[in-house]
Every structure is written in C-alpha cells, then in structure tokens.
C-alpha cells in the first residue's frame, strides 16, 4: 500500500498517518522525522539540508525528494508507505512520481484530509508546550492538570509562537496557495480522496481504514 497524506496544519493527519502504518504494517515517511534524521547521522544529505537549515533558509526541493528517494529504498518500505504532508507542491509531486517510476512503484491513494478553518484554528491555538520536557497538552481536548504547568517535569507551559491566531492564518494562507494546484493534479490523475478530519480520532481512523482496505489487499 503506497499513499500520500495531505491537509493543512493541524488538520490531524500525522496523528492517522502512525495509526495507519501500524494497523498495515507499512512505513510512515515524513519529511520533517527524514531531515532530523540525516542531520543527525550527518549523511551527505543531512549536511546540506544543514547548511539551509543554520542560514534559515528553507530546504531545496532536490535535497528533500533526495532523502525521500534513499528512504522508499529501505527494506521497511517494502510492504509499502504512507507520506505524511509530502509532496506539498505539484512540482514536488511530479518529482515524487518520478522517483516511484523510477522504482517501478505507484501510488494506490492520495487522502486529502478537510477540517473547516476555524476547527484547525482552535487546534492549533489550543496547544500548550513544555519548553523543558516537549510534553504537548491542549486547553479544551488534552489540559494539563494543573492548567498552566507540565504534568510530567512541572515547567511552565508555552504557546509556542507559530500557534498564534496570526501565525496560524499566515500558514493556512500559505498551505492553500501552494497547495490548490497539487490537489488539481491528483484529481486529474484519479488519485485524490477527499476525507473528513473532523470528529473524533477514532471515527476518522474508521473512516480512513475502510477507504484504504482496498489497497491492503492489493
């Protein structure tokens, strides 16, 4: 099973994608886990991404579909993938399509994961961080005990700064922009599903599971 899994920020989609790759035994590829990764081990790609990373630039499209092209050739993509937030744009697509071509692989399903604006905005919103531990909570779905300290080491908790109402809709805007061509492209391919990430994890992750069981027996 070979899918890719799209939606803006906060939409839920990193949340199925792990509970997808488990319930299939498939590889969950995401870009962000991929860069840290070839950081750490300093590989050949992991140093360049480095030095856009340390100007604070953002890491070239050649560096990125380079690290996901070494990754679909590991052994655990053997039974398959799921691409959580990537390709992000259509000219990433049709590179990613290239590498599967090149491989002799396809994809099976692109999910489009919708949740209205103002659910992703208090989502986001909502998240609270503990600057010491990384423990995440959320005011209304996942408090704290305490309501302002971390449940597990005690450190105040933060909103970091990119979930800010402001931060947040300059996001959004900038997802929606890059990504109407994409979801154009998969549509016309005959690849896209449209998906409501709305409502409880567990009934999305129902609803995910029966539109992508066809692919687990193919």
Do not use: W
Not at 44 to 59: I, N, T
Not at 130 to 142: G, I, L, N, R
Not at 154 to 174: H, M, P, W
Not at 188 to 217: H, I, M, N, T
């Amino acid at each position: 099973m070979r899918v890719v899994f799209l939606g803006a920020p906060g939409v839920g989609k990193g949340t199925q994608a792990d509970r997808i790759a488990a319930q299939f035994k498939v590889a969950k590829i995401s870009t962000g886990d991929l860069l840290r990764e070839a950081v750490r081990n300093q590989t050949p790609l992991g140093l360049e991404a480095k030095s856009f990373m340390d100007q604070g630039k953002l890491v070239p499209d050649s560096v990125v579909i380079g690290l996901v092209r070494d990754k679909l050739g590991d052994a655990a993509c053997a039974n398959g993938f799921v691409l959580d937030g990537f390709p992000r744009t259509a000219p990433q697509a049709e590179e990613l399509g290239n590498v599967l071509r090149s491989k002799q692989l396809r994809l099976d399903r692109v999910v489009n994961f919708q949740v209205s604006r103002d659910d992703v905005i208090k989502r986001l919103s909502g998240r609270r961080s503990c600057p010491k531990c990384q423990a995440t909570f959320h005011v209304d779905f996942a408090p704290s005990k305490t309501g302002d300290t971390c449940d597990r080491c005690g450190e105040a908790l933060i909103q970091r700064s990119d979930d800010r109402r402001e931060a947040i809709e300059t996001r959004l805007r900038v997802y929606e922009e890059q990504t109407a061509p994409l979801i154009r492209y998969y549509a016309d391919r005959q690849l896209l599903s449209e998906l409501d990430g709305s409502g409880a994890v567990d009934a999305v992750f129902l609803k995910l599971s029966q539109l992508l069981a066809p692919y687990r027996a193919a």
